[in-house]
């Protein structure tokens, strides 16, 4: 069925990216589209965005309390899909990120941009703009689009609303103060509606307002209604919990391919997996590790502790124990900066570190290695493992959110029934890591076994198209 859906969200890859939500709504949409879905992107007209976007035009303008809005349209970029600007200049055109100055700041009017963002969208969800397109699904995404299922719960006939949440850890907190200079509605501030602990809580109105709530993989739909992953909002996620699901992101197979990654030394696939000795070997050769015939484990990832690296780096020395090379490539907090390239002095010929951001060299990691590091504390979805599995690349992983979702750990039971496709473990002390890199390599000296285990992974089925299909499922029980 053809159906029109409003896609809000606040960055789109390539026109503004500052993480994963940014990679979902420049995908998904995509897909969508791809399943013959009629969908519009609409965010805000950010400076980037408008270089990014090549030509737009205007499409209507509105009244709005806060001044007049334009709404520009034009082509995601190397696609059809048609994106909606929000232009208001006073609230986005600025330098820094769509959240923060270029002092690293959070915009101190936050609240106001976002309101006036998602006020947009309900005036065009209620259909009283001009433009001819009108959505019978509006699909919100994360706090900064919260306010629309809240001030659409207060509509007549208003289209039903989908709320994906891709990190609990950010929720759109502001004082009770900007409740009431942005004019919310009184019947919106209670415990059951948007204050949260005496705060304006924009994530809430998703929570609490939308038809639908969705998270980027089914565990960490099950987690965060728990109080270690729920940030105080368990209850209520518990509470609409026949309404909350799970769908992993897919990823994109066009950029990460192993047969046709211009990035990659040697291309390789399932019929010959062996040619990825080559990339091994090159990535070796480039980074100064020992041609040794020992597995090679990569990370790649932001230096933060939601990735775990505080374990890895104090469980470095045993792991040094074992017969393996580590590669890292990463950017973060200084601390671990610093005491990563301190191991890689520790350890010349055997751990190589770059500290940066390098999207080629992250591809020649993926092709590479044999083993990938990714012992995260919380992990909503988590791409590094898809690519890595996708890559024939075993993830070694915590057993938390989309990691618990696509990695199979690998024993007896799960090699006969051809399942298993990594290591997982549920502890987070550093020995726990230890054992379980000492569990994947007895299977890295078994060849034939190896072998079946990096086909199974590569054989997964991580195409966006996949994910589409589940939320089409959804969307069709809103009709
Ligand atoms: P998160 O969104 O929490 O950072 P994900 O695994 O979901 O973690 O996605 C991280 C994305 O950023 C992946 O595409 C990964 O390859 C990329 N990435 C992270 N750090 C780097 C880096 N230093 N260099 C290149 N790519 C990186």
């Given amino acids: 069925m053809l159906r029109k859906v409003l896609f809000a ?16 709504a420049g995908s998904l949409p995509r897909a969508l589209c791809a399943l013959r879905q009629d969908v519009r992107i609409i965010l805000p007209a950010y400076p980037e965005v408008i270089d990014n ?4 035009r205007c499409m ?13 349209m034009g082509d995601l970029p190397g696609s059809s899909v048609k994106v909606w600007l929000v232009d208001f200049p006073a609230l986005f055109t600025r330098a820094g990120n769509p959240y923060m100055g270029p002092d690293g700041q959070p915009w101190s009017d936050n609240a106001a941009r976002f309101d006036l963002f998602c006020r947009v969208i309900v005036e065009i969800a209620m259909r009283r703009t001009s433009l001819k397109w009108k959505p019978d699904i509006i699909h919100c995404n994360d706090w900064q689009t919260g306010l629309v299922p809240a001030l659409l719960s207060l509509e007549e006939q208003a289209p039903p609303t989908v709320f994906t949440i891709h990190n609990m850890a950010y929720q759109g907190l502001f004082p009770h103060a900007n409740f009431v200079e942005l004019d919310l509605p009184d019947s919106l501030w209670s415990h059951d509606g948007l204050e949260f602990h005496g705060q304006l809580s924009f994530i809430k109105g ?3 307002y939308a038809d639908k709530i969705t998270t980027v993989s089914p565990t960490y739909a099950k987690e965060i209604q728990t109080q270690e992953f729920g940030y105080g909002l368990e209850g209520l996620l518990q509470h609409r919990s026949a309404s909350l699901s799970g769908i992993v992101n897919g990823i994109d197979t066009d950029v990460w391919n192993t047969e046709t990654d211009p990035l990659i030394l040697e291309p390789y696939s399932v019929r010959n997996v062996e040619y990825k000795q080559l990339n091994k070997k090159a990535l070796q050769q480039s980074s100064a590790l020992r041609k040794d015939d020992v597995a090679l484990a990569g990370f790649i990832g932001r230096l933060v502790y939601q990735k775990g690296i505080d374990i890895i780096l104090e469980a470095i020395d045993d792991i040094m124990q074992l017969p393996i090379q580590l590669i890292f490539l990463g950017s973060g907090e200084e601390d671990y900066q ?9 350890y010349p010929g055997r751990i190589a570190v770059t500290i940066g951001y390098n999207e080629a060299f992250a591809h020649r990691i993926e092709a590479g290695s044999d083993l990938f590091l990714m012992p995260s504390r919380f992990e909503p979805c988590g791409l590094n493992q898809m690519y890595s599995l996708h890559y024939g690349t075993l993830p070694v992983v915590r057993k938390v959110g989309g990691l618990a979702d696509t990695v199979v750990n690998t024993d007896a039971d799960t090699l006969a029934n051809g ?3 990594g290591f997982v473990f549920s502890g987070d002390r550093p020995s726990d890591l230890v054992q379980t890199l000492g569990h994947a390599l ?7 076994v ?4 990096q086909i199974t992974a590569m054989w997964r089925d991580f195409s966006w198209d996949h994910s589409a299909r589940e939320y089409i499922q959804l969307y069709d029980q809103l009709h």
């Fill in 60 to 72: 209507a303008r509105l009244d709005m309390p806060q001044g007049k809005v334009r709404i520009l």
């Fill in 9 to 24: 969200s606040s960055e789109v890859f390539p026109l503004v990216k500052t993480g994963g939500l940014a990679d979902v």
């Fill in 53 to 56: 976007m090549g030509p737009t």
């Fill in 442 to 448: 007895k299977y890295y000296n078994e060849d034939l």
């Fill in 338 to 346: 610093q005491a990563l390239l301190r191991f890689a002095k520790k």
């Fill in 419 to 421: 399942e298993a496709n």
């Fill in 206 to 208: 998703g929570l609490v």
């Fill in 450 to 453: 190896w072998k079946k285990l």
